[in-house]
């Protein structure tokens, strides 16, 4: 008697599509997390901001990116409105000073622990009549890496969301200034006495040899 090889099936078992979906699944999974991973940037935010409002505590964070090596320093260009002897620093990694420059401010001190976010606070003593302040933030690590976050939607103005951008500047939005509120006299204590507010001090590390400002520039120009 003669045996005839049984005719393979035009469609496939439910049991070997489940087995190639599944890992269908799971490959395009991993190839998701490979090349799409949580991208760091720098923020800032704060309780109830208002335009015009005063005394004003400004959190900020910077996402670490590098895993071999801290932050040693970050460089912020203020948005029109607020002058650099009109903010204090309030909380900063252990040893941080902060130094004013011309339109801003640098922050600086020991390496921080690598793959940590650097965090710290400023006060302002009052936030400029606007409905949104950019923090152009240039941070530099101990190896030397450098990460610009400088981009904004209105360039050259110290305002933009900075969501079309690769590269965003922290961004403040404000709520609409409170009823009465008048701005005051941008004078006053600054930054020059943050060593206190900050904690225990130590030695400042040198001048930067680049400001905010040329690195927006240099940006500009397509310079990395």
Request: proline share 9%; charged share 25%; glycine share 8%.
């Amino acid at each position: 008697m003669s045996v005839h090889p049984r005719p393979l099936s035009a469609h496939p078992r439910p049991q070997t599509l489940r087995r190639v979906t599944a890992a269908a699944a799971l490959t395009l999974g991993a190839a998701v997390l490979t090349v799409a991973p949580a991208h760091a940037h720098a923020h800032v935010t704060a309780a109830d901001a208002r335009a015009l409002a005063e005394n004003v505590t400004l959190a900020f964070t910077s996402e670490a990116e590098n895993p071999e090596a801290g932050f040693t320093e970050l460089r912020v260009e203020l948005p029109d409105g607020i002058e650099p002897s009109a903010v204090q620093l309030k909380k900063a990694p252990k040893g941080w000073k902060l130094k004013t420059t011309d339109g801003g401010y640098r922050l600086a001190g020991p390496e921080t622990p690598a793959g940590t976010d650097a965090a710290y606070e400023i006060t302002v003593r009052q936030l400029p009549d606007a409905r949104k302040l950019a923090f152009k933030t240039v941070e530099t690590y101990a190896d030397g890496t450098v990460a610009r976050w400088i981009e904004t939607s209105d360039a050259g103005h110290g305002h933009g969301d900075g969501h079309d951008s690769g590269q965003p500047a922290p961004v403040l939005e404000l709520k609409p200034a409170a009823p009465g509120a008048e701005p005051i006299d941008p004078g006053g204590s600054g930054a020059e006495d943050s060593d206190d507010k900050a904690g225990a001090a130590t030695e400042a590390a040198p001048e930067p040899s680049a400001t905010v400002a040329e690195d927006t520039a240099t940006a500009a120009d397509g310079a990395e």
